[in-house]
């Protein structure tokens, strides 16, 4: 049994990353063995820059904290080395930059699980996430769904006032004549 400092040590941590773990919109967990120094130091200053915590954690300390914010169903996948990558705000950014550097050849970087609100998504569902276009990007399509037909309507309109225009002009100039 471990002494009361130790033990106080890793209710911490598990504290720690229950909160982290409750407070992301996404997150994934990886399994990093085999993988070289130099493309660890690459995803790990990627995901910084995306803002997505990466960090290697111990599965028993994890279990815990999982299994205290709901996500129980991690537990099968939280064995052999594991890395968690979670965002706070973006759920795309950490499946994304994942997958980009498990799709990478040679790479080692393995997805084992992930979540998103709290619901559990599986490898295939993590890489579908990954190719979605970034945030912008979809507002934008969907704000260009909506103003399609109101500009299709506008058009319409516009060419029933311009036929209008063209044959009260018609009749001016057969008169004048």
Do not use: W
């Not at 229950?18 to 399994?31: I, P, Q, T």
């Not at 815990?64 to 990558?85: H, I, M, Q, R, W």
């Amino acid at each position: 049994m471990p002494n009361a400092k130790v033990l106080s040590e890793k209710q911490t941590i598990v504290e720690s990353l229950a909160e982290k773990l409750k407070s992301s919109c996404a997150g994934v967990l990886v399994d990093y063995s085999g993988t070289d120094v130099t493309t660890d130091t690459q995803m790990r200053h990627a995901m910084r820059a995306a803002g997505v915590e990466y960090a290697v954690v111990k599965n028993t300390l994890t279990r815990f904290a999982a299994n205290k914010v709901g996500l129980d169903e991690l537990s099968p996948y939280l064995n052999g080395p594991t890395a968690l990558a979670v965002s706070a705000t973006d759920p795309v950014a950490a499946a994304k930059l994942v997958c980009e550097y498990a799709g990478k050849k040679d790479s080692k970087v393995k997805i084992k699980i992930g979540f998103v609100d709290g619901k559990i998504i599986s490898e295939k569902e993590i890489k579908a996430l990954s190719e979605l276009p970034p945030k912008e990007v979809l507002v934008a399509q969907v704000l260009g769904t909506m103003v399609a037909p109101i500009s299709g309507l506008v058009n319409v309109l516009n060419a029933n006032i311009r036929g209008l225009a063209v044959a009260l002009n018609a009749i001016a100039e057969k008169k004048s004549a």
